[in-house]
């Protein structure tokens, strides 16, 4: 995993991804902008149902990384890709991810995706939080899995314009250069979290613990709205 002191400036932090073992771009700028006395914001996007530690050490790692001064997690408001099968309730999707983040002063949360209504799009969200932000750098952080289907998402060629990607590793998904702009996306190993929502709510519904796998106070929401039994 790269990593380097606390002032090394992002190109360095980023550079670090180059040599990885997973695969991916191996050169090419794409470390992201690096605007003197502009604000780095993170966005993490997210399903959250539920949100688990793996997304909490990736926001982490990349904060660190790029030097972030937030990260805000935007749980989605209707994930049109995951149609497979029936999503929690937003507001509950909503409230995990702020017990979850609440303690760390550098994490915040926007409804900005469940507010809007209808189909979440990253353009919006992004076209969204940029003019809520100006004088702003968005940082769009995202998994290996989700990296792989972006050019899949709608208005795929405008992304790149309103944010710099960030792909972070995800046991069991190699990070893999579908083809994305040069320049518009820097790699980035996490330390790896086999962690899922997807196991977390098979878990719950077989009635296995999902302790140290989400944060305390999201097992005690699942456990409080009876998220997931009937699953
Ligand atoms: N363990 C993990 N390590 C790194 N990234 C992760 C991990 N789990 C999820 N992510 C990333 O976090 C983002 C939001 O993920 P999401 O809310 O869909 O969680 P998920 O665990 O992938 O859910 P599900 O299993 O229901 O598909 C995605 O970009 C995803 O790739
Ligand atoms: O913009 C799109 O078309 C699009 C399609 C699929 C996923 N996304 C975004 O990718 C992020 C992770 O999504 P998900 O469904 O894997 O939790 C979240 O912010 C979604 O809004 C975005």
Redesign the pocket.
């Known amino acids: 995993m790269p990593t380097g002191p606390a002032n090394d400036t992002p190109e360095d932090a980023a550079s670090g991804t180059q040599d990885r073992p997973t695969g991916g771009r191996a050169d090419g700028p794409g470390n992201g902008p690096s605007s003197p006395g502009k604000r780095r914001l993170g966005v993490m996007g997210?399903?959250?149902?539920p949100i688990?530690h793996?997304?909490l050490v990736?926001a982490s790692e990349v904060a660190a990384q790029f030097h972030l001064d937030e990260v805000m997690f935007v749980p989605t408001g209707q994930p049109w890709q995951k149609t497979h099968r029936a999503v929690s309730p937003a507001e509950d999707r909503y409230l995990m991810t702020v017990i979850a983040t609440a303690e760390n002063p550098q994490f915040s949360v926007s409804r900005i995706d469940i507010d809007r209504g209808g189909p979440t799009y990253t353009t919006d969200t992004l076209r969204d939080l940029k003019a809520l932000n100006p004088d702003t750098d968005l940082f769009f952080i995202?998994?290996?899995?989700?990296l792989g289907q972006i050019l899949t998402w709608r208005d795929a060629e405008e992304l790149f314009s309103l944010a710099h990607f960030i792909g972070?590793t995800?046991?069991g998904h190699v990070l893999s250069d579908p083809g994305l702009p040069e320049g518009g996306v820097s790699l980035v190993e996490?330390p790896a979290?086999?962690?899922?929502?997807?196991d977390c709510r098979a878990r719950v519904a077989k009635g296995d613990p999902v302790w140290y796998l989400v944060p305390d106070g999201v097992v005690r929401y699942i456990d409080k709205r009876e998220l997931y039994r009937g699953e």
Do not use: E, K, M
């Open positions: 997210g399903t959250f149902d688990h793996g997304h990736a995202t998994g290996a899995d989700a972070v995800r046991p996490v979290l086999a962690i899922s929502s997807t």
